[in-house]
């Protein structure tokens, strides 16, 4: 099975190359978020090859930099984006994938199923909460992040998870004054801000950010506050 649109011309852009199975594995995954979208919302996103571009190579812009083999912790994924599309790429990563829509989460343990993935753990609950839970705090090499919130409140919602010596790799917009104002909410959480790469292709409609963020101290326990107040009341200055 192969995809219906020509896609050499973007991987050839992004310098990612894609195996068969990879291929295959992509067009199921398309064709699962259609017949999923109306009963899961899983996108706004209208057909195949704008699901491919802004959901798929998206999530394959954080490839250089996390690497296979390791733990991953993926908050707020929806439909599994970036978290599971990286799953797509590199075999061996472990995941969690925290979502907060019951929903999701059954479609993100039926596409997992579908594509015969090892290694996916689905869990059904908010980062505020699960950020608590000490079978998952401080446990990941990577947390990451798309959509979710502005880049303070997901510091506080993601850099829990991060092992100490460990890295969050925050997806964002075009807009780089939230990412510098937040360098105080991340110190506070245990980290730092080592680069801020920008990320520029053709078929992007806009220049995106990809923020990478150390941890070297533990999180303070009193983060993260409880439901809704890091996006409530983000920490400042
Ligand atoms: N990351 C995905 C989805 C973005 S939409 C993508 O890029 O396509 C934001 C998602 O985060 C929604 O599915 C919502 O249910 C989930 N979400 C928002 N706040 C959350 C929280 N505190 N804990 C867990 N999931 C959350």
């Not at 979710?148 to 993601?158: K, N, Q, T």
């Amino acid at each position: 099975m192969s995809l219906n649109i020509e896609i050499q011309k973007y991987l050839a852009e992004m310098k990612v190359e894609l195996s068969d199975e990879n291929i295959s594995a992509i067009d199921i995954y398309i064709r699962e978020i259609n017949n999923w979208n109306t009963k899961a919302d899983l996108t706004a996103l209208k057909g195949y090859e704008s699901i491919f571009v802004n959901l798929f190579l998206d999530a394959f812009t954080l490839l250089p930099f996390i690497k296979d083999k390791s733990t991953l912790i993926d908050i707020g994924t929806g439909g599994g984006f970036p978290g599971l599309a990286l799953k797509i790429f590199y075999k061996e990563l472990k995941i969690t994938l925290v979502e907060a829509s019951s929903k999701k989460c059954v479609f993100l343990n039926y596409i997992s199923n579908c594509l015969k993935m090892k290694n996916v753990n689905v869990v059904w609950g908010r980062a505020e909460d699960v950020g608590k839970d000490i079978f998952y705090r401080e446990q990941y090499d990577y947390a990451c992040c798309r959509a979710v919130a502005g880049m303070s409140a997901i510091s506080e919602l993601c850099m829990p998870f991060v092992k100490i010596g460990g890295v969050f790799v925050a997806s964002k917009g075009k807009d780089t004054t939230e990412i510098k104002q937040a360098a105080t909410a991340i110190n506070y959480m245990g980290g730092k801000i080592e680069k801020i790469e920008k990320i520029k292709y053709s078929f992007f409609s806009e220049e995106k950010n990809i923020v990478i963020i150390s941890k070297d101290r533990q999180t303070p326990e009193k983060y993260p506050r409880r439901n809704g107040i890091p996006q409530k009341r983000p920490v400042k200055v």
